[in-house]
Each structure stands twice: as structure tokens, then as C-alpha cells.
């Protein structure tokens, strides 16, 4: 296992937890949300930082 896997799978693990307290509190659907949310902010700010280097590269 390389070391943005082990990140990757620790990451998934934490979002697992978060889940399963949520589900338990009755707050799932706004855990959901919120997790919509936050990756579309990511994919805004990687389609930014993609279309600058796109932009900014000699042809």
C-alpha cells in the first residue's frame, strides 16, 4: 500500500464513523448534505486550479 492509500482508506474509515453516529442520532440525511456540500466545493476548487494550469501552460 502506497501512502495517499493508507490516507484514502483512513479517511473512509472516519467518514464511516461519522455516518454511523449521524444514523444513530437521527441526523443522517443533514450528514449527507453537508458531505454533498463539501465535494462540491473539492470539484469547484479542482476544476479552478485544472483549468489555471490549463491556462497558464505554454501550447
Do not use: H, N
Amino acid at each position: 500500500m502506497t501512502g495517499w492509500q493508507i490516507i484514502g482508506a483512513g479517511i473512509a474509515g472516519y467518514l464511516l464513523l461519522l455516518a454511523r453516529s449521524a444514523w444513530k442520532q437521527g441526523e443522517f440525511r443533514q450528514f449527507l448534505r453537508s458531505l454533498a456540500i463539501v465535494a462540491i466545493l473539492c470539484g469547484a476548487i479542482a476544476g479552478i486550479v485544472a483549468a489555471v494550469i490549463l491556462l497558464d501552460s505554454p501550447p
